[in-house]
């Protein structure tokens, strides 16, 4: 189907077009004509899936009709984990919108807040938010949601791990009753469904994590090795490898600035982004990754949420995370919107638990590739594709989420110099804690058209 038979207008089918879409992908095929009418929508889709525009168009489309008449209101809500997500999607609602006469904010924290009430003053159609800014706004008059009649939860799940979850029903709470509310989640957990009880009544439900439905091509395999011999591996695939650019996950920040400094010492310019670093920092450091001035980039979990740079063609994981939701995220970074990536997995005895989860989530075993030099002394056992972490299970040892897991696709690899596939044959760590999150007024009018 194309853009034209969604019921989107000519203003932003012409920016789409100029953006370069030709077709809708399948979650905007759907979710479009759906939010159009006015449906509320619980959507389980991944970042990578066109997720963004399946909510940001039709909200475009239903405010572009009339404006924000009063200060301090806002017609559309979209809530995100993280500044990164408020800021991305804030930018995609200046581009799909770039021929419509909205405005749009993004808010969030760890910076100054006179600045954020000072654009909220004279009323906005659409603020992008991460929960505890806006509701300290909130608390603080800066902010009125009366005239909002829109609520977006994007990557719900995501804002449920981070703990914001009495944030959300504080802010949703003081919502107009009569509203559309849209849910997206990259997977629709127990959590994610109570959330979704309570606040999107008559939902319709859609899914978008079946592998038939368009989702992207991503080769995923994992090498065994030992911790200590980390780093002395990711410097040999990069040099051997030669990669154009990768995306290099971490669980701490400070095993992001050390691996930047033992990849300098072999000779291997990186670098990283976590949440010590300034926001003005992790900004530049986006921007020169995504202009590709930066080849190597070292991110913890949460900070890399934001990325948004189409075709990144490699995502190595140097710790597994968890929960195993967080992997399925991370390799989303790559194979976006139909290209193909790669996602590699440095894995050790020590993350033989979160393997185990990971590897039970997608339902199947990870290819296991041998690089020549790097056996490790300690094995990585095969995992337990039933495995369900004490937290999960019940008296009787059986899972209590019943959900299933959505399972990325898998192609198998070209043989590699010297990577070899072998025989087929964790501790469940936290990431790092939540960032602040909470900023200026960005508008995307005038930022992005720069
Ligand atoms: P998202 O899942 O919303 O983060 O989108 C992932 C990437 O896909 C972004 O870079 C979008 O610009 C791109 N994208 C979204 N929709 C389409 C489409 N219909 N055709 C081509 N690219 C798209």
Same mark, same amino acid.
């Given at each position: 189907?194309?853009?034209? *038979?969604?019921?989107?207008?000519?203003?932003?089918?012409?920016? $789409?077009? &100029?953006?370069?879409?030709?077709?809708?992908?399948? =979650?905007?095929?759907?979710?479009?004509?759906?939010?159009?009418?006015?449906?509320?929508?619980?959507?389980?889709?991944?970042?990578?899936?066109?997720?963004?525009?399946?909510?940001?168009?039709?909200?475009?489309?239903?405010?572009?009709?009339?404006?924000?008449?009063?200060?301090?209101?806002?017609?559309?809500?979209?809530?995100?984990?993280?500044?990164?997500?408020?800021?991305?999607?804030?930018?995609?609602?200046?581009?799909?919108?770039?021929?419509?006469?909205?405005?749009?904010?993004?808010?969030?924290?760890? %910076?100054?807040?006179?600045?954020?009430?000072?654009?909220?003053?004279?009323? $906005?159609?659409? %603020?992008?938010?991460?929960?505890?800014?806006?509701?300290?706004?909130?608390?603080?008059?800066?902010?009125?949601?009366? &005239?909002?009649?829109? !609520?977006?939860?994007?990557?719900?799940?995501?804002?449920?791990?981070?703990?914001? =979850?009495?944030?959300?029903?504080?802010?949703?709470?003081? !919502? #107009?009753?009569?509203?559309?509310?849209?849910?997206?989640?990259?997977?629709?957990?127990?959590?994610?469904?109570?959330?979704?009880?309570?606040?999107?009544?008559?939902?319709?439900?859609?899914?978008?994590?079946? &592998?038939?439905?368009?989702?992207?091509?991503?080769?995923?395999?994992?090498?065994? %090795?030992?911790?200590?011999?980390?780093?002395?591996?990711?410097?040999?695939?990069?040099?051997?490898?030669?990669?154009?650019?990768?995306?290099?996950?971490?669980?701490?920040?400070?095993?992001?600035?050390?691996?930047?400094?033992?990849?300098?010492?072999?000779?291997?310019?990186?670098?990283?982004?976590?949440?010590?670093?300034?926001?003005?920092?992790?900004?530049? =450091?986006?921007?020169?990754?995504?202009?590709? *001035?930066?080849?190597?980039?070292?991110?913890?979990?949460?900070?890399?949420?934001?990325?948004?740079?189409?075709?990144? #063609? !490699?995502?190595?994981?140097?710790?597994?995370?968890? #929960?195993?939701?967080?992997?399925?995220?991370?390799?989303?970074?790559?194979?976006?919107?139909?290209?193909?990536?790669?996602?590699?997995?440095?894995?050790?005895?020590?993350?033989?638990?979160?393997?185990?989860?990971?590897?039970?989530?997608?339902?199947?075993?990870? &290819?296991?590739? $041998?690089?020549?030099?790097?056996?490790?002394?300690?094995?990585?056992? $095969?995992?337990?594709?039933?495995? %369900?972490?004490?937290?999960?299970?019940?008296?009787?040892? *059986?899972?209590?989420?019943?959900?299933?897991?959505? *399972?990325?696709?898998?192609?198998?690899?070209?043989?590699?110099?010297?990577?070899?596939?072998?025989?087929?044959?964790?501790?469940?760590?936290?990431?790092?804690?939540?960032?602040?999150?909470?900023?200026?007024?960005?508008?995307?009018?005038?930022?992005?058209?720069?």
């Amino acid at each position: 189907m194309p853009f034209s *038979k969604l019921g989107l207008s000519e203003p932003i089918l012409n920016a $789409v077009t &100029e953006l370069g879409y030709t077709t809708p992908t399948p =979650i905007q095929a759907e979710a479009i004509p759906l939010a159009l009418k006015g449906k509320n929508l619980i959507a389980a889709a991944q970042t990578g899936s066109g997720k963004t525009a399946s909510f940001v168009l039709p909200i475009l489309e239903l405010l572009s009709g009339g404006e924000t008449q009063r200060k301090k209101r806002a017609r559309a809500l979209i809530l995100t984990p993280t500044r990164e997500l408020a800021v991305q999607v804030c930018k995609s609602i200046g581009l799909y919108g770039k021929h419509l006469n909205l405005n749009a904010i993004a808010i969030y924290g760890g %910076v100054d807040y006179a600045p954020q009430k000072q654009a909220l003053i004279d009323g $906005v159609d659409i %603020v992008v938010a991460t929960p505890g800014r806006l509701r300290d706004l909130y608390t603080q008059r800066a902010i009125h949601f009366d &005239e909002t009649t829109l !609520l977006v939860l994007d990557e719900a799940d995501r804002m449920l791990d981070m703990g914001f =979850i009495e944030d959300i029903t504080k802010i949703i709470d003081t !919502l #107009p009753e009569q509203r559309q509310n849209l849910l997206f989640s990259a997977t629709l957990s127990r959590q994610v469904r109570e959330l979704a009880k309570e606040t999107v009544s008559d939902a319709i439900q859609l899914s978008f994590n079946k &592998e038939s439905e368009g989702k992207p091509n991503i080769e995923q395999w994992i090498t065994t %090795v030992d911790k200590d011999k980390k780093s002395a591996l990711l410097s040999h695939l990069i040099n051997d490898q030669n990669w154009p650019q990768a995306l290099i996950f971490i669980e701490t920040k400070h095993g992001a600035a050390k691996l930047v400094s033992q990849l300098e010492k072999r000779g291997i310019e990186a670098e990283c982004i976590h949440s010590g670093r300034t926001q003005a920092i992790r900004e530049q =450091i986006l921007a020169d990754f995504k202009s590709g *001035k930066i080849k190597y980039l070292i991110s913890t979990g949460i900070s890399a949420r934001g990325i948004d740079i189409d075709e990144l #063609p !490699l995502v190595i994981n140097y710790d597994l995370p968890f #929960p195993a939701d967080e992997y399925v995220h991370r390799i989303g970074r790559t194979g976006r919107a139909g290209s193909s990536g790669e996602a590699i997995s440095l894995v050790s005895k020590d993350d033989f638990k979160n393997l185990c989860m990971i590897e039970s989530r997608l339902d199947h075993l990870l &290819e296991r590739r $041998v690089i020549e030099g790097f056996s490790p002394r300690k094995e990585v056992p $095969v995992s337990v594709l039933n495995y %369900v972490p004490k937290s999960q299970r019940d008296e009787d040892g *059986k899972r209590i989420k019943s959900e299933k897991s959505a *399972k990325p696709g898998v192609v198998r690899s070209k043989s590699k110099s010297s990577i070899k596939p072998s025989n087929r044959s964790g501790n469940g760590k936290s990431t790092e804690a939540a960032e602040s999150n909470t900023q200026a007024g960005f508008n995307p009018w005038t930022d992005s058209k720069r």
